[in-house]
């Protein structure tokens, strides 16, 4: 693995396809509807490499390739839709967002849009290269065998990869710290909660409150929270690592202390003691309103007491009257 330079900048190195391994993802990719979604944000540098080192024969089978370029400065779109011409990408999509809408809030936009054209599944990448394309085939294969709710492209499973790969000793040490806490605070096993390379099923994605959570950087790890707490399957797989000198433009003290802030308010919510909206995983009806059932909101306390049958509810204010019609049950 070597590390080209182009205009005084390290460019990602370029992995190893596994041609086993991508003629198993073109069979999947037959039967599941699974679209790439990058994110992108100064990335004029990185974009075109990423694209061009998604593999070739896997390309036009993605249901998509959506690019989302969150309003950048520089020109990541134009150079997105050079490389997607040049490339005869039919399935690429490009968009650009009328303002900075932070890393949260530009995901949003991809799911809901992945939602709304009923793909099987989503895969985060992104723009900046730090994640290799050349392994979409193994996620999407893992996607394929073992229909998780959601997959992680872990760089901790195999840690001291990391540090070959060039992560920075402090984020090394504190990327496993705080997975360590999260782990703890949730009761799972994620070897890491912080990798950006991941997959979602679009169902599960549709299951939870996703659009409320941050439009910072800590959005990835409230999404796993929600999962996680639903009882929805996260599988992990290994991925290499590769760190050069782009922007970090996240930070490392402010997101840790929003993770710890996030996985927090679940433990005292499920206490009883502090409630949050995005956390509390009521059902939904088909408009998208959710019935609250943590033990301190109101839905809850209607829902709870002993009511006469013979009264009669007036439903005001919650959506197409479900929250009656729970009631009305009883």
């Known amino acids: 693995m070597t590390k080209a330079r182009t205009e005084g900048f390290a460019t990602p190195p370029r992995f190893a396809v596994d041609d086993a391994a991508v003629t198993a993802a073109a069979a999947v990719l037959a039967e599941k509807k699974i679209a790439i979604f990058i994110v992108a944000f100064q990335a004029e540098r990185f974009i075109a490499s990423v694209l061009e080192r998604i593999p070739g024969p896997l390309r036009d089978l993605f249901a998509e390739i959506l690019v989302i370029d969150d309003s950048s400065s520089d020109q990541t779109f134009d150079a997105a839709r ?17 303002f900075n809408r932070g890393y949260g809030g530009n995901q949003k936009l991809g799911y809901l849009h992945a939602i709304k054209q009923r793909y099987d599944y989503v895969v985060l990448l992104h723009g900046d290269g730090q994640y290799a394309p050349e392994y979409l085939p193994q996620i999407v294969n893992a996607l394929g065998e073992d229909d998780p709710d959601a997959l992680i492209a872990s760089r901790m499973i195999n840690r ?12 090394w040490v504190g990327n496993q710290v705080l997975t360590q806490i999260e782990n703890r605070m949730l009761g799972s096993h994620l070897s890491e909660f912080h990798s950006g390379y991941r997959a979602y099923k679009v169902d599960a994605l549709a299951a939870i409150p996703f659009q409320l959570n941050s439009d910072d950087f800590h959005f990835d790890t409230e999404v796993l929270i929600q999962l996680l707490s639903t009882g929805r399957v996260v599988k992990e797989i290994p991925v290499p690592t590769f760190y050069g000198d782009e922007i970090s433009r996240v930070n490392g003290l402010k997101y840790a202390v929003n993770c710890i802030k996030a996985v927090s308010k679940v ?13 509390d995983f009521g059902s939904f009806d088909e408009s998208g309103y959710r019935v609250k059932q943590a ?25 197409r009257g479900v929250l009656s019609a729970e009631l009305a049950k009883k």
């Open 82 to 98: 050079t490389a997607g011409e040049r490339l005869g990408l039919g399935n690429i999509n490009l968009l650009r967002t009328p």
């Open 160 to 171: 001291r990869d990391a540090l070959r790969g060039g992560m920075p000793f402090y984020k």
């Open 267 to 279: 433990r005292l919510g499920q206490a009883g003691l502090f409630y949050e909206p995005k956390f």
């Open 295 to 319: 033990d301190n909101t109101l839905h809850h306390e209607i829902l709870s007491r002993d009511w006469p049958p013979d009264w009669r509810v007036a439903d005001l204010g919650s959506s």
